[in-house]
C-alpha cells in the first residue's frame, strides 16, 4: 500500500490523536516527579501562590488538552471527505501545542500565559471553519452541538488565558481570589467542557441503529456534558446560589455513564467495562464533593479541612486521576481491540494484554497509594507507581508508541 501523506493523516484527525496521546503520556510522566514535589508542600498558604500550584495546573492543561485532541481527532475523522478538515486539524494542533506550552513555560515565566488565549482562539477558529464546512455537508445534531459545546469550553480558555496572562488589570475583581468559589467553578468548567464532550462521544461509538432506549441515555449524557458547564460558567459570573442546580447535569452525566457501562458489559471488551465502571465511581464521589465544594450547601469534613488543605488537594488529586485514567482505560481498551462496536474483535498480543492489565492495575494502585500516604504516614514519594504504571501500560498497548494515533 502507498504511504499516507501527512494531509491525508491530518483530514482523518489522526494526527490530532497523536498530539492527543503525547500530551496525556507526557502529564503521566511528569506526575511521577510532580505529585511528590508538588504535595511536598503542606503550608496551605505557600501552596496557593507558590510554583508548586502553577505546576499542578499545568499537568492539569496537558490532561485536558490532550483529551481535547482526541475528541478533536474523533469529530474530525466523521466525515473525512470535507477538503476544510486539512486547516481545521492543523489549526487545532498548532493552537494546542501553544495553549499548553503557555503554561508549562508559565510555571517559570509568567510572561508565556499570554499564549495561551491565542491557542485558545486557533482552537475556537480550527472548530469553526470545520464545523461550517460540515453543516453544509449535512452533519447531525449530535455532533454539531459537541462542536459548539468545545467551542464555548474554547471562548473560556481563551478568558482563563488572559486572566492568567494579567491577573491585576485583565481579571474582574468579583471573580474573587484564585482559590475563591467563582474561579475555582470556572475551572472545573474547562475541565468539565471536554472530560464530558469525549465520554458522550465515547458513549454514540457503543450505540446501534436500533438501540431507541439507550440513544435516549446518550441524550441525557449529552445534556450533562452540555449543561454541568453552562451552570457553572453562568454560576461563576452571576449569582452563586445557582450552585444549587448543579445537581442536574451532574445525575444526567452519571446516568449516562451508567447506561455505558450496561451497554459496555454485553459489547465490548472486559477493559472498557472498567474504564466506564471507574468513571462512574468517580462521577459518583464527584457529586459528594460537590456537595460542599462551593461553600454548600453542606460544610466540607473536618478531617479534609479548607479548599487548599493538604488531605483535601490529597482527595481533588484522586478524584482527577480516576476520571482521567477510566477514560484512558475506555480509549486504549479500544484501541488494542478495535472499535466498540466491531463483531471480530482483534487478537490481543503479549504487551497489549499487560498494557490492559496495568492499566486497570493503576486505576487501583493510584487511590489506594494517595489514601495509604496520609492513613498511614508514609512518605510522599510512594504516590508515583500510580501514574508511572499507567504511563508503561499506555506504551504497551501502543507498541511503545508506533501506533498511537489509531484510537
Given at each position: 500500500?502507498?504511504?499516507e501523506?501527512s ?9 490530532n ?46 490532561f ?19 477538503v ?29 500565559h ?9 482552537n ?8 461550517r ?5 449535512g ?16 471562548l ?7 486572566f492568567a ?9 468579583y471573580?474573587g481570589?484564585?482559590?475563591?468559589v ?12 471536554i472530560a ?20 435516549w ?12 458547564p ?10 452563586v ?30 477493559g472498557?467495562v ?42 481533588r ?34 504487551y497489549?494484554?499487560?498494557?490492559l492489565a ?6 487501583l494502585?493510584?487511590?489506594i497509594?494517595?489514601w495509604m500516604?496520609p ?21 504497551l ?11
Open positions: 500500500m502507498p504511504q501523506s494531509s491525508d493523516l491530518l483530514a482523518r484527525g489522526e494526527l490523536r497523536l498530539l492527543g496521546w503525547t500530551l496525556v503520556l507526557a502529564a503521566l510522566v511528569a506526575a511521577v516527579w510532580l505529585d511528590p514535589w508538588s504535595l511536598a508542600e503542606s503550608n496551605k498558604e505557600v501552596w496557593s501562590n507558590s510554583p508548586h500550584a502553577l505546576a499542578r495546573h499545568a499537568q492539569a492543561v496537558l485536558g488538552m490532550g483529551f481535547f485532541q482526541l475528541a478533536a481527532g474523533r469529530i474530525f475523522s466523521s466525515v473525512p471527505a470535507l476544510p478538515t486539512r486547516v481545521a486539524p492543523s489549526l487545532v494542533c498548532g493552537g494546542t501545542i501553544a495553549y499548553c506550552a503557555a503554561y508549562v513555560a508559565g510555571v517559570v515565566w509568567p510572561t508565556a499570554w499564549l495561551a488565549p491565542l491557542g485558545a482562539a486557533a475556537l477558529v480550527g472548530l469553526s471553519i470545520w464545523l464546512s460540515a453543516r453544509r455537508k452533519v447531525g445534531m449530535f455532533l454539531t452541538l459537541m462542536v459548539l459545546t468545545l467551542c464555548f469550553g474554547m473560556l480558555d481563551i478568558s482563563m488565558g488572559l496572562s494579567s491577573p491585576d488589570s485583565l481579571r474582574p475583581k471573580l481570589p484564585l482559590d475563591g467563582r474561579l475555582r467553578m470556572l475551572r472545573l468548567a474547562r475541565a468539565a467542557v464530558l464532550s469525549l465520554l458522550t462521544l465515547l458513549y454514540q461509538d457503543l450505540i446501534r441503529d436500533e438501540d431507541r432506549y439507550w440513544r441515555c446518550g441524550w441525557i449524557l449529552q445534556a450533562g456534558a452540555v449543561g454541568m453552562v451552570l457553572l460558567v453562568a454560576t461563576a459570573l452571576t449569582v446560589s445557582l450552585k444549587y442546580l448543579l445537581g442536574l447535569p451532574a445525575q444526567a452525566a452519571l446516568l449516562g455513564v451508567l447506561a455505558a457501562v450496561w451497554l459496555a458489559s454485553r459489547r465490548s471488551s472486559l472498557e472498567w474504564g466506564w465502571t471507574v468513571v462512574a465511581a468517580s462521577m459518583f464521589a464527584g457529586m459528594f464533593m460537590g456537595l460542599y465544594a462551593f461553600e454548600g450547601p453542606l460544610t466540607a469534613p473536618s478531617f479534609l479541612g479548607e479548599y487548599n488543605d493538604w488531605n483535601r488537594r490529597l482527595l488529586l484522586a478524584h482527577a486521576y480516576l476520571i482521567v485514567l477510566g477514560t484512558v482505560c475506555i480509549l486504549q481498551s479500544r484501541l488494542v481491540h478495535g472499535r466498540a462496536t466491531d463483531q471480530r474483535p482483534r487478537p490481543l498480543q503479549w497489549q494484554r499487560a498494557g496495568l492499566l486497570c492495575i493503576s486505576t494502585l493510584t487511590p497509594l494517595i500516604v492513613a498511614r504516614d508514609l512518605p510522599i514519594t510512594f504516590l508515583w507507581p500510580g501514574p508511572a504504571t499507567a504511563a508503561v501500560g499506555i506504551l498497548c501502543t507498541r511503545l508508541g508506533s501506533d498511537m494515533s489509531l484510537c
